[in-house]
């Protein structure tokens, strides 16, 4: 049996509905606190779902708790978790680990020195999708791979959120601290570590409009670029153009698709935990379907469209595995499969491809990681309720 590890949420905004269904597909997390710096944000989360409501600085203090779960927002993440393990409770972030290297870095010294885990969304890497495009390549299904093409690209935000500022501002806006952990997250798993990175980018409008709520029609300022156009090289040699937009009206290119020398491989929606994986081996030839949707992390469990933008009905949202399976790595004493290591070279990577494609210059990836193990049927089952 497993322990059921407590848990205190610290950022009760959006995103903290689909942490709470978790608690419904895993037997290990229980969120039994919550606490936000707007206090009645709080206090309404503990209302709908029965929990207490605390001060930020009690939650962090309180005994009961053993893992913060920091879904505050991007430029917070960094100080909530830094804070959490200075208290001495293990921190699972919402993406991304921090918004600035150095941070970054910091938080696993400490997490180190406190022996304490540091676990980081994005999970969805543990999906079927990723992990049976993990498995087909593993087993040379394609060859090896010499190529891909990856994008993000849509029009932005402004048009369905009140508050559109934050993805535009100048520190933490854009679609490579917004959307490339997925992105990046799912390549480094299906490739490997990532050494160096080059590209250009594309300013857009200087002023967008907001679409929705009580401030329609008010124009705000595009502090950051919008659009970059980048290229990855891997340790393995593979090289990746990977796009990442909000100047995009629409496209109908695939989110990820690799090239062997023995075939190519689409790869699906790496911010969704199913979709089939399609394979051809021979030009002209039938893609052939690896379907997802019996896997248990693959299985449709999105069945009506909620308000939440990236769910589809047809899709699968598994988010908070990544927390349950710490909690879990915690108990065994393993290490975790969204872990810092792996978090904070993504960082690296999102850092340093804003950097090249801002300044032209092509930049070195500081860091390395090992990739973690694919995520087995027999570790899922152990968490799965
Ligand atoms: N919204 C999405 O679709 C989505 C999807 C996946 C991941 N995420 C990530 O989840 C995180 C949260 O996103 P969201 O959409 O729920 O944002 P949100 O703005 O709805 O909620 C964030 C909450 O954190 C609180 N907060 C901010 N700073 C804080 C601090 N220093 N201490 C305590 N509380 C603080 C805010 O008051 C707010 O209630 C972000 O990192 C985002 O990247 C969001």
Redesign the pocket.
Known sequence: MNKVFKIGL???????ETYFRAEKYFNNIKIIKC????YQ?ALKCAKIYNIKALS?NDLLKDEEVEIILN????K??Y??ARKSLINGKHVYS??PLAINFNDGKELLKIAKRKKLYIGN?PDTFLGGGIQKSIELLRKKTIGKINLGNAIFAFPGVQSYHPNPEPWFSKKEGGPVI?MGPYYITALVNLLGPAKKVSGSIMRGVNRRTIGIGPRKNKTFKVECPTTYLSTIIFENGTIIRLTLSFDVIAHQRNHIELYGNKGSMIVPDPNMFGGSVYVCKKLGDKWREYKTNKMPLGKINIRSQSS???ESSTNANYRGVGLSEMAYSIQNNKSNKCNGELSLHVLDIIQSTMKACISGKTQLIRTNCKIPKPFSLDEIKKILK
Not at 35 to 38: G, M, P, R, S
Not at 71 to 74: A, Q
């Open positions: 610290i950022g009760c905004g959006h995103i903290s606490a936000d710096i707007i944000n930020v879904l505050t927002i991007p917070a993440h100080e909530v919402e993406k969304a917004d939440r933008a990236n």
